[in-house]
């Protein structure tokens, strides 16, 4: 079993860690991993690489409340997520954990500012109109969103999730359809609002450029989370 947790004491982990799963088993047709174990803590940024199938996005909506895996335990910030009822882990969705997924999943027939008030309204918050500045999407705005270019319905969809503040974001192949000065200012969004907030940001991606951007980086290869420098 790979461990990716380092002993800490019960105080450092109440201060730090925002999100812990241990041993976090899942299968489908075939085991996908067994015995994962990984944290993410304030101002983190992980990023998961692997080959489509491995399981990526499997751990991903694990982690962040979409699927209870067949065995293991997922903590947010010490509460056993999958130990609560419906309501409370709506809560934690809602307001906690922001979630971007490869597809952009915006309303079709809403305005891009429209989408934006959806998740505002969801979450309880009101429009950062920095965020929306550093995205670059202002002209979209007033805009159907179905007329809007795909890297365009990529960035408000990031703008959707990053204005409702979640503590932890995750991120399933955010970039994958800006070209790479594109995403990498993309990055420096995600990054500096991870920082500023005390947040984490968990990616999974096939891009090892915008892997190398995050603190940490493993590859899941062979049901184990393995350890990688980019």
């Not at 795909?150 to 800006?178: C, H, M, W, Y």
């Not at 995600?190 to 096939?206: A, C, D, N, P, S």
């Amino acid at each position: 079993m790979i461990e990716t947790i380092p002993n800490t004491s019960s105080t450092e982990t109440l201060e730090t860690t925002l999100l812990r799963a241990t041993d976090i088993t899942h299968a489908f047709d075939y085991t996908l991993f067994e015995n994962i174990n990984i944290a993410i803590r304030e101002k983190e940024s992980i990023a998961i690489l692997g080959v489509s199938g491995s399981g990526k996005s499997t751990l991903l909506h694990i982690l962040s409340t979409l699927l209870q895996p067949n065995k293991g335990k997922v903590y947010y910030r010490g509460l056993d997520m999958y130990a609560q009822n419906d309501k409370k882990l709506l809560e934690i969705r809602r307001k906690e954990i922001g979630i971007i997924f490869q597809s952009h999943y915006l309303f079709k027939g809403f305005t891009a500012k429209e989408n934006l008030k959806i998740s505002l309204l969801i979450a309880s918050k009101k429009i950062n109109l920095d965020i929306i500045k550093k995205l670059k999407i202002e002209d979209t705005l007033p805009k159907n969103v179905s007329v809007l270019s795909g890297g365009q319905q990529q960035r408000v969809s990031i703008a959707r999730v990053l204005v409702k503040q979640p503590r932890v974001i995750f991120a399933d192949e955010p970039t994958g359809n800006l070209d790479r000065q594109t995403a990498n200012d993309v990055m420096d969004v995600m990054l500096e609002y991870t920082h500023e907030r005390k947040g984490g940001l968990f990616i999974v991606t096939h891009d090892e450029k915008i892997a190398s951007r995050c603190n940490t980086v493993y590859r899941l290869k062979e049901k184990r989370l393995v350890p990688v420098i980019l």
